[in-house]
């Protein structure tokens, strides 16, 4: 049941297992509409068939699993006032959730980007198994949006304070930082996704389908790398980034005074500066909210969210300045952090 050469989907069943390929290499492999349906409706009819013991999400080529949503469409779909871009966020969320209590055990197979929506496809993922060349994260503040696909879910979840961290400044994570932070559950060298799937075709399924997967990895993968950066800087993270606010976060990191954690220090000032400060201070509430709220309730947060941000946050902004103009100079509403106010931050969040 191979799909077309051609379709942003390719389907294959083989030994009990289906294999979902993201198909848009030269965009990334970025989600459209049209994807997003194809996975669901594939995912769907998997579920219900015996023959189907467990499915691989994977990404064609080298550069990406999945970069995200197709953002510069949500922005078309706004600017000319329709809607495609709140439907789209709808049936995707619909998806990572559908994907999240999945009867069967899903595999993801990742390297390269997996940014924003790619992370909202395998953080639900039963098996999430990284490459060398992977560059995860969730970077949503950069164009003036917030981290949503569960993002207000699965970030508030990571150890201490990493999701704040992540969230705020959309840092992106190499294999060992994504394994440390549970972002990721293996490491598997690049060059053995070959090897993986060959022994996939040669299994003899006489265990339980995610006994025989987690065998299967246990002894082809590792589960910890050397040189994770977040676990050195975990102290830090957690000292700056549990503070209550985006000010106070700014402010401690302004005041570190340890030598070998100045620089750092630095480098995420920078980076918290160059986004958007509405963005920032919603993000972070968002994430203090998820923090209590079940995964379907954090995905209908970032729905109420998503119906006022196009209208009243920085997103279609940013996606001007970064991808139609690529002035990368955008220009932010309010401009500086100090000009959000707090009521400003609980509108959003009113009638939820």
Known sequence: MSAVDEAPIGAELRHR???????????????????VRLLH??????????????????????????AGGDIRSLYDSHKAGRDDHLVFFAEEYALDQYIHAYAKPVLALMDGFVLGGGMGLVQGATLRVVGDRVRMGMPETGIGYFPDVGGSYFLPRLPGHLGVYLG??????????????????????????????????ALDWQRAPLDSLQDLLREMAVTRLPDARLEALQGAIDRHFGQPGVAEIRASLQAETDPELRGWATETLVLLDQRSPLALSVTHELLR????????????????????????????????????????????????????????????????
Not at 20 to 30: E, S
Not at 50 to 66: S, T
Request: hydrophobic content about 45%.
């Open 289 to 352: 909210r998820g923090r209590s709220l079940s995964l379907a309730d954090c995905f209908r947060l970032e729905t109420h969210l998503d119906r006022q941000w196009f209208d009243q946050g920085d997103i279609m902004e940013g996606v001007r300045a970064l991808i139609i103009d690529k002035d990368k100079r955008p220009r932010w509403n309010p401009p500086t952090l100090a000009e959000v106010t707090p009521a400003r931050v609980q509108a959003f969040f009113a009638g939820f």
């Open 17 to 35: 297992v289906g294999y979902l390929t993201l198909q848009r290499p030269a965009g990334l492999n970025a989600l459209t509409l049209e994807m």
């Open 41 to 66: 409706r594939q995912l769907k009819a998997w579920a219900d068939d015996p023959q189907v013991l467990a499915v691989v999400l994977r990404g064609a080529g080298e550069k990406a699993f999945c």
């Open 168 to 201: 705020l400044t959309g840092l992106q994570l190499g294999a060992a930082d994504a394994l440390y932070a549970g972002l990721a559950d293996h490491h598997l060298p690049s060059a053995d996704f070959a090897a993986l799937e060959a022994r996939l075709d």
